[in-house]
């Protein structure tokens, strides 16, 4: 399979932001990220175990800068150039206009998408 990004189908967006996601993959999720600056994820995140994601996310940076904050209080900063593992029980705020890639199980992820779109229903 091979696909162009401006084809992979849109499943968030908002100003400054944009979330895109092929359908089936199998058991794990692909999205290409598009995040401003200050995105910080800790308020969606509210609602779920220690209001931390609990989903492990594998990834590589494209562009900019963004941290991942464990629920032990451990940070990790990632930049462009880097792969990562973000291990599960974490946050993460973007220090800089950020492009990303990354690879999550669908069942833990689908999760925590219900959970970030009720917090943003919440929030409208």
């Given amino acids: 399979m091979k696909m162009k990004k401006e084809d992979i189908p849109v499943v968030m967006q908002a100003p400054g932001m944009i979330m895109r996601s092929p359908a ?18 800790t ?23 963004f941290r991942f904050i ?30 990303f890639i990354d690879f999550s199980p669908t069942k833990e992820l689908a999760q925590v998408m219900s959970n970030v779109g009720k917090v943003m229903a919440e929030m409208a």
């Fill in 70 to 99: 464990y629920d032990d209080g451990t940070q990790e900063l990632f930049e462009a150039g880097d792969v990562f593992y973000a291990q599960p029980g974490h946050t993460a705020i973007v220090d800089k206009d950020l492009k």
């Fill in 24 to 41: 089936g993959l199998g058991s794990m999720t692909v999205v290409f990220h598009e995040l401003p600056k200050g995105t910080d994820f």
């Fill in 43 to 65: 308020p969606l995140l509210k609602g779920l175990n220690n209001n931390n994601c609990h989903c492990p996310h594998w990834g590589y940076i494209f562009e900019g800068t």
